[in-house]
């Protein structure tokens, strides 16, 4: 893990971006399924902390996390550490989004919005 | 479906819908808790934090008890602030808090509601702690000279909330009508509250 | 489990050598500061980041520094500071003081 996140001191050069974007819903569900996973009420007992949330964030490439969004970081490691744990497994996954992209396609064929 | 290979647009939010599609499947998670805790969510505005802010002002005895244990004492507000342990810090005429966590983005959420953009930007996360007086600068906030300033990186569990002055010029303002002047970013330290002009 | 450290105590934060999820900022390592604050005691971010929920616990520590100590460079003045929580074992007692 090369600490790419530990950023204090490290940037000194550049003002503080001030432009705000919208937050979308799938950001906000993103955070929502964080918050359900880790809460220690849930039946079972939580599935993951919010450490390994940041840990999952943190394994992340410099890359990857300098050019994915913030909920982006956040889906990447809430895929990483449930599949690490087998919750979900990878192949699944991949099946599911597969799925989920051509139903997309389909919905928006005919060059309907985009 | 590593996202930086289809990064586009639709891709997160497309990968969104079918790992919570799975998660679903596998009754790990429902629609309604997810829809429940989104509400949630838009429900946390900093409209709370800023009826914090206003009762202590108004009441010496709520504010020397949120200095001391800061979720207990909002509590009493009928505020639900779940697990967080809040630590609130107390501007002053010579001192001046800003806080920031530069290791990722924690937040004062169940008060505040989601973090700006700013507050998880790599600048602010970087400068902050280094040359906070620069950074406050930029947001318009000059000190005057004596004024001393500390910094509160988040690192740990604690949550921070700054305790912001009352304005001179309030004296005749209500409790809700100060709180009405509490901005997120004076709660953060980006930002002093000013009184309405006349 | 009792707090190694007292408010007031000056101390200096070290590298244990730690790698993977650790919560202790790269910046403040060596540095002196003060304890402002004894926070409690917290499960370790190490184990937790790696699904271990029920650890021992940790003592925190709100330690103050001088930002002209964190920074060689820092042009502000001297009684400017930061404060960042930090775990016990990331803690020497400082026998120079500030």
């Known amino acids: 893990m090369s600490g790419h996140h530990d950023l204090g001191g490290v940037r000194t050069d550049a003002p503080v971006p001030r432009a705000q974007h919208a937050i979308l819903p799938w950001e906000m569900r993103v955070d929502a399924l964080m918050q359900l996973l880790s809460d220690p009420q849930r039946p079972g007992g939580a599935l993951m902390s919010v450490d390994e949330l940041r840990r999952g964030i943190e394994s992340l490439s410099a890359d990857e996390y300098r050019s994915l969004g913030y909920y982006e970081r956040w889906l990447q490691s809430l895929i990483a550490i449930m599949t690490e744990k087998g919750v979900v497994e990878r192949a699944e996954l991949e099946r599911r989004f597969a799925e989920v992209e051509r139903a997309h396609e389909r919905e928006h064929a005919g060059g309907g919005e985009r | ?198 | 489990m009792t707090a190694r450290f007292q408010l007031g105590e000056p101390v200096r934060v070290v590298d244990t050598g730690a790698s993977g999820h650790v919560r202790t900022p790269r910046y403040i390592r060596g540095k002196r500061g003060v304890v402002e604050r004894i926070c409690g005691e917290f499960r370790k971010p190490e184990e937790l980041a790696y699904g271990r929920y029920d650890g021992e616990r940790e003592s925190l520590y709100r330690v103050r520094f001088a930002q002209r100590e964190v920074w060689p460079d820092y042009s502000g003045p001297a009684d400017d500071t930061l404060d960042i929580e930090i775990y016990e074992r990331w803690l020497e007692r400082s026998e120079e003081g500030r």
């Not at chain 2, 800061?70 to 639900?80: F, K, Q």
């Not at chain 2, 779940?82 to 924690?106: D, F, M, R, W, Y």
């Not at chain 2, 010029?169 to 006349?198: F, H, N, Y």
């Open chain 2, 1 to 198: 479906m590593s996202l930086k290979h289809v990064h586009d647009d639709r891709s997160a939010e497309l990968l969104e819908r079918a790992f919570r599609e799975l998660l679903i499947e596998k009754g790990l998670v429902s629609d309604a808790a997810v829809d429940e805790r989104v509400e949630f969510m838009y429900a946390r505005t900093p409209a709370l934090g800023a009826r914090v802010v206003a009762r202590a002002w108004f009441d010496s005895g709520f504010k020397a008890r949120l200095l001391a244990d800061g979720s207990a004492a909002v509590r009493e507000l009928g505020i639900d602030v779940g697990a967080l342990k809040l630590v609130v810090v107390e501007n002053a005429p010579q001192l001046h808090n800003l806080i920031v966590c530069t290791l990722c983005s924690c937040y004062p959420r169940m008060l505040l509601g989601l973090p700006p953009d700013w507050y998880k930007s790599v600048e602010y996360r970087s400068r902050a702690v280094r040359e906070p007086r620069a950074v406050l600068a930029e947001f318009g906030v000059s000190l005057p000279a004596g004024v001393t300033v500390r910094v509160h990186d988040s690192t740990a569990d604690m949550r921070y909330l700054v305790l912001p002055m009352r304005p001179h010029g309030t004296a005749a303002l209500s409790e809700d009508e100060c709180a009405a002047l509490v901005t997120r970013d004076a709660m953060i330290g980006t930002a002093v509250v000013v009184a309405p002009k006349v």
